[in-house]
């Protein structure tokens, strides 16, 4: 694949970023590509491997061996072709995903792997800017009508693929806008919202429904989705993890979700009722995912006074750690865009604290240095290092904890089986729940993870959903080790 000597004639190259100081004044995004001879090097870098391992470390087992070798050659809609056949969304891919594939590359034991993300992400801009992106509307009907509850990635590929199998497909989003955390939990500087309305154009053309501010269970009855032939639930893992600790209710400390929702709102023109701004303030992130890193990034474009960021667990190796050899996703550290806009990071701190005044208003966080103490055989414990103890100035505390799991009430209304996190029960390959018409996927179903997963996910619901509907399938799907099975 690519040019048989690539791999040793060039050196990996990225996007580079626009300055900080020019970077941080807006919310655009704020790369700069590179140039198209540059990209067919980089895809000539593709190693002819034998066994390329990158396919498998992605949940969609994207064959990108083959899209890489056709960027090499110059046959730029060969490349989208593939890309699409196991992605429906590259784009968002392209740009959000931590490329799992890349961290799985062959050339990655002994060099710095192939860009195989940033090739992803100029295969699908060229295709769109070509115009090779079109509308596929089925050739006919099957007369069976399916409703997908929840407009995110997982949602949004189940959908594309019901309804090129020829289904009906209505999508319910409980927001005012489609696209689920892409929309509002991703900040524009990450990818701009034209992305996902270009190819919910796409979407639209092709025939499928979207309803916005429906919430199933709440304004819209469950007994309504009786009219549809099948469901499936694709409603994400929204619970947001919260600390037991003393002040969290302190005017100051708000859910990361919250205020990036409330930031993305305002620039759409949408109406925010006391939006919380990190203007002139002390904020402190904690939580070192990257949900903390987006909060880092937005508090510096509203002006903030300072970015604290902290992280319980211990600071990652710089380089890839014995405990996670290839092609195994490694425990490394990683520095974000938004990290080298500016902040304070640490590790191993623990917060005791949210300090509050008469008014109840934030003016500080205490906290404490931990360490984890590991007993084979036993839960890691956290032990608090004495004379550790400190008071930081706090105006606003951003809690970017993850997610807990998906929201109950459709499991409720619906009668449907959870398991101990509260995922909504479906076994994998199969995505049926305990309601033969009914079935889930995403992070609904296996709990908070990649956006790669997620579509990954979708797809392969609509598969089992359009065989359970029809009996057969030629919906294209992958077996339980990631490869892809005929279709």
């Known amino acids: 694949m690519g040019k048989v000597t690539g791999f040793k004639e060039f050196e990996r190259q990225d996007e580079s970023y626009k300055p900080v100081e020019d970077r941080v004044k807006h919310y655009k995004e704020f790369t700069q590509p590179l140039a198209e001879e540059e990209i067919t090097k980089q895809g000539s870098r593709c190693m002819d491997c034998g066994i390329p391992f990158c396919h498998s470390g992605c949940p969609l087992g994207n064959l990108i061996p083959d899209f890489n070798h056709m960027v090499h050659q110059g046959e730029w809609k060969k490349a989208s072709w593939l890309l699409h056949s196991t ?3 590259p784009e968002f891919t392209g740009r959000l995903c931590p490329a799992p594939c890349e961290k799985s590359c062959v050339l990655g034991i002994i060099e710095d792997p192939v860009s195989i993300e940033n090739i992803e992400k100029n295969i699908v801009e060229r295709a769109f800017k070509e115009g090779w992106i079109k509308p596929q509307p089925p050739k006919t009907r099957t007369g069976k009508t399916v409703a997908v509850v929840g407009s995110g990635p997982a949602g949004l590929a189940a959908a594309q693929q019901l309804n090129r199998a020829g289904h009906t497909v209505t999508v319910f989003e409980r927001d005012d806008e489609i696209g689920g955390l892409l929309r509002y939990g991703i900040p524009n500087f990450k990818m701009e919202k034209e992305i996902i309305d270009r190819r919910l154009a796409i979407l639209k053309a092709e025939g499928i429904t979207f309803k916005t501010n429906v919430n199933v269970g709440v304004n819209y009855d469950v007994k309504d989705l009786k009219a549809f032939d099948s469901v499936v639930l694709c409603g994400g893992a929204t619970e947001r993890r919260s600390l037991p600790t003393p002040g969290i209710d302190a005017d100051g400390v708000v859910q990361a979700m919250d205020f990036l929702t409330q930031q993305t709102k305002i620039l759409f023109g949408k109406k925010v009722e006391n939006q919380v701004l990190a203007t002139d303030k002390n904020v402190i992130v904690i939580g070192g995912g990257d949900t903390g890193s987006d ?38 550290l990683k520095t974000s865009s938004s990290h080298e806009e500016g902040v304070e990071r640490n590790w191993l701190i ?15 966080l205490k906290t404490v240095n931990v360490e984890w103490k590991m007993v084979p055989g036993e839960r890691p414990q956290l032990i608090e290092v004495a004379g550790t103890e400190k008071t930081w100035p706090c105006d606003l505390a951003l809690l970017a904890l993850g997610f807990t799991g998906p929201e109950s009430t459709l499991a409720d209304k619906l009668g449907i089986k959870t398991d101990a996190r509260s995922n909504y029960k479906a076994e994998y390959g199969k995505y049926q729940t305990n309601i033969p018409n009914i079935f889930t996927a995403g992070d609904m179903r296996r709990g908070q993870s990649l956006i790669v997963w997620a579509i990954s996910e979708g797809r392969e619901a609509a598969r089992q959903v359009d065989l359970y509907l029809m009996g057969k399938s030629n919906l294209p799907s992958k077996d339980v080790t990631g490869d892809l099975v005929a279709m």
């Open 350 to 364: 623990n917060t005791k604290e949210f300090v509050k005044d008469e008014n109840g208003k934030l003016t500080a």
């Open 87 to 89: 992605n429906n969304f």
């Open 295 to 332: 909060c880092v990034g937005t508090s510096n474009r509203q002006g903030a006074k300072s970015v604290v960021n902290f992280e319980i667990m211990p600071k990652p190796p710089g380089h890839r750690s014995p405990t996670t050899p290839w092609p195994f996703w490694p425990l490394q």
